[in-house]
């Protein structure tokens, strides 16, 4: 890593105003998107659809993780663990395949697994090991909750190498994305976004995706 992350402790953030943990939220999204531009053997690709679209159609397992972990491991060529916090599997990552499912289930990655920098959420693909424990979890009679759609929810453990991961995709808040790397789409898009912040605007985000060279 670049730089050291900015402070996740508690006064950090839930004694600053607003605009304090939009500006750690920038300064955070800045580091790790530094720090997945270093990364040797990725490149960067803006367009999330492309990304997915360029992807070798195979089944992937995605999760989401720490930014700091994930990047760690990524740095050091260090094999990240995958556990139960308990002895009972439970969800913490999906399956999915862009030729069959496009971005039916994707979404919900970004709920299962763990971990966040000031509402960065980073999420990474990878190829199944051969040694990774990876079970469905008994369905219920809706596996539909909301919009949420949870046939693709897995239950894995054990120990992804580096070179099993296939790609990451890095969210980040509209309003926390440095305005220096935004394209032109983007910058429009928080034009717009900040227009109707007087009313109750929905979630808005920027993602980042960075692809292995093959």
């Given at each position: ?132 424990y990876l079970e469905k979890i ?51 898009k928080l034009w717009e976004y ?21």
């Amino acid at each position: 890593m670049n730089e050291a992350f900015p402070s996740r402790s508690p006064n950090s953030s839930t004694s600053t105003t607003p605009e304090s943990r939009i500006e750690l939220s920038r300064v955070a999204a800045l580091q790790v998107l530094s720090d997945l531009e270093s990364i040797t053997g990725f490149e960067e690709i803006k367009n999330i659809n492309s990304l997915y679209s360029n992807l070798p159609k195979e089944e992937y397992i995605v999760r989401r993780e720490n930014p700091e972990s994930l990047i760690k491991s990524l740095e050091t060529d260090s094999p990240i663990g995958i556990e139960f916090s308990g002895n009972t599997p439970y969800a913490n990552c999906v399956v999915w395949n862009p030729e069959l499912d496009r971005e039916h289930g994707l979404n919900t990655a970004f709920l299962e697994g763990q971990g966040h920098l000031h509402n960065i959420v980073v999420v990474y693909g990878f190829k199944k090991p051969s040694d990774l424990y990876l079970e469905k979890i008994a369905a219920n009679p809706s596996e539909s909750y909301g919009t949420i759609d949870r046939s693709h929810v897995r239950a894995a453990a054990g120990f992804v190498p580096v070179e099993n991961i296939k790609f990451v995709v890095m969210r980040t808040p509209i309003s926390a994305f440095p305005k220096e790397r935004m394209t032109d789409d983007e910058l429009d898009k928080l034009w717009e976004y900040e227009e109707r912040k007087s009313g109750k605007p929905g979630a808005e985000f920027i993602y980042r995706g960075f692809m292995t060279k093959e």
